[in-house]
């Protein structure tokens, strides 16, 4: 087992009541090296007539490291669902479920990943979010399959 910890920070700026972008980075510490990531992204965000909220986020990240530098391109497809109601209101808890497709590119080399999320947040008064989550990631789908498992916790703060 490797531990790693890492911290992300990033901003976003709504474009509309659908659509925002947002950009930022992590730093990733880890046994078998540091790395620092570069991120840019679009969402759109839509609420259906269900109690369902649909999000749909395209990244790009850089990865560097004292390896190679690593480019990835990510599609991110997700839904989040009230404990009641029709829409997440403050003091209530959620939960969101997300697939991800990630292709990495690294020199010569093209590795897809899949990367399935689950997420149980709460949101605060002020619209602060606390979430914990359980997240697979599938490296190289296939013959050669390799699989992560990961708990994290997240906290985002709202302005």
Do not use: C, W
């Amino acid at each position: 087992m490797v531990a790693r910890n890492h911290f992300t920070v990033g901003v976003q700026r709504k474009l509309s009541p659908l659509y925002s972008i947002a950009a930022g980075g992590m730093y990733r510490i880890s046994e078998s090296g540091n790395k620092q990531r570069l991120f840019q992204q679009i969402a759109h965000v839509q609420q259906t007539l269900s109690r369902f909220k649909i999000a749909h986020r395209l990244r790009l990240d850089e990865t560097f490291s004292n390896l190679a530098p690593e480019y990835r391109i990510r599609y991110r497809l997700g839904a989040e669902l009230p404990s009641r109601g029709f829409r997440v209101d403050p003091g209530e808890t959620y939960v969101a479920f997300l697939s991800e497709f990630l292709m990495k590119y690294k020199g010569d080399s093209q590795i897809p990943e899949l990367r399935i999320t689950t997420q149980l947040g709460y949101l605060f008064k002020g619209g602060n979010k606390g979430e914990f989550l359980f997240d697979v990631l599938i490296q190289d789908p296939g013959a050669n399959s390799e699989n992560l498992f990961l708990i994290g916790l997240g906290y985002y703060f709202s302005n």
